[in-house]
């Protein structure tokens, strides 16, 4: 039975690369021979953004059990840290690709060392109390990296929390500029590199789930009190997947960053974090392939009824609420688990007519 249920794991996860792989390739096609109007265009990389971030949130929520509502705080770490570093790299590394992933590799380790260091505190709170700090974070974040300065002169690089402390030469060009954002950002984020993205963030993830700490962090979700009697410590597990998600979120907030000319720290606020939170709650808890479809579906939906004006985000509402009806619906999941019962018994005739 094991053995089946290794084989059903593993074509899962291969359904996943599979699925995410063939999607690129034809939006690639297509975008190639000009099938696709520059709308969609507009969409791939914010797409492959959305999608890491709600397979990363799955990986806390899903996997690890943990309700965090702080998300948009690590993405917008990595938005505005990217931002900074390709800024200032544009010289030293001409190649936009090559700098492009430096941006996401800083981005992700400054989200990934600030969510160790909020982690240290906020861990040992569990359920409500964990939901409403991770809130706060995200909060926090959002406000401080409002009132954040950064630039360039003649002498080199400046960052204050208020205009009163940046001493810059008139005429200096601001990187950040407090509540106005990042301006003038270079554009190099690519479809490509979002494609990077989503397969190294499934990559991490499903390994990490597949692995000795993934069953440990699975078996923290399912009976904290268990898990602790077998000699598993709950903190560190709880610690390892916190800081796996801010890192990959601080990586999916770099490529974001990238891809507009302006960025403010109003967009990384609580209605970002529940967006992502929906993703994966409608994808399906602990469903990676779920969060992958769920998040490209739940994006392009509102922006494909644009057209209808006042009426399209009623829809979507109204979308949201059968999705959920219908997922977590009792007969539903009768229905689901008597049709993987017929699949695990059809692929074991086959292996025992295969042994024999």
């Not at 000009?34 to 990363?56: D, H, Q, R, T």
């Not at 407090?178 to 397969?199: D, E, R």
């Not at 399912?222 to 709950?234: K, L, P, Q, T, Y």
Request: proline share 2%; with cysteine.
């Amino acid at each position: 039975m094991k053995k089946i249920l290794n084989n059903k794991t593993r074509r899962t996860n291969l359904m996943t690369y599979l699925l995410v792989i063939v999607t690129f390739g034809v939006m690639q096609s297509l975008s190639s021979a000009g099938m696709l109007g520059s709308s969609m265009k507009g969409f791939l990389v914010p797409i492959c953004v959305y999608v890491s971030l709600a397979v990363s949130l799955n990986l806390l929520v899903g996997i690890c059990g943990e309700l965090s509502l702080g998300h948009a705080g690590f993405m917008g770490i990595g938005a505005f840290t990217g931002i900074l570093v390709a800024a200032l790299l544009k010289e030293k590394i001409p190649t936009d690709a090559l700098r492009l992933l430096c941006a996401m590799g800083c981005g992700g380790l400054m989200a990934g060392v600030v969510g160790f260091l909020i982690g240290i505190p906020v861990l040992r709170l569990r359920g409500d109390y964990l939901a409403i700090v991770t809130l706060a974070f995200g909060e926090i974040m959002k406000n401080i990296i409002g009132n954040l300065y950064a630039g360039v002169d003649s002498e080199g690089f400046h960052m204050a929390i208020s205009t009163s402390k940046m001493k810059m030469e008139a005429g200096a060009k601001y990187i950040i500029n407090g509540p106005l954002g990042a301006t003038g950002v270079q554009k190099i984020a690519t479809f490509s590199m979002g494609f990077v993205l989503v397969m190294f963030t499934l990559f991490v993830v499903l390994n990490l789930v597949n692995s000795k700490e993934g069953r440990a962090i699975k078996a923290v979700r399912d009976n904290r009190i268990a898990a602790e009697s077998v000699g598993i410590n709950v903190t560190v597990f709880r610690m390892k997947a916190f800081v796996v998600s801010a890192f990959l979120a601080g990586m999916a907030g770099a490529l974001f960053g990238l891809n507009y000319s302006s960025v403010t720290a109003t967009k990384f606020n609580f209605n970002t974090s529940i967006n992502i939170l929906v993703f994966v709650v409608l994808g399906g808890m602990g469903n990676i392939l779920g969060s992958v479809i769920s998040a490209t579906v739940l994006y392009v939906l509102p922006e494909a009824m644009r057209s209808l004006q006042d009426y399209r985000m009623i829809l979507y509402a109204v979308v949201l609420i059968l999705v959920m009806l219908f997922t977590w619906s009792p007969k539903v999941k009768e229905v689901t688990s008597v049709m993987s019962d017929k699949l695990v018994r059809i692929f074991r005739k086959k292996e025992v007519g295969t042994n024999e």
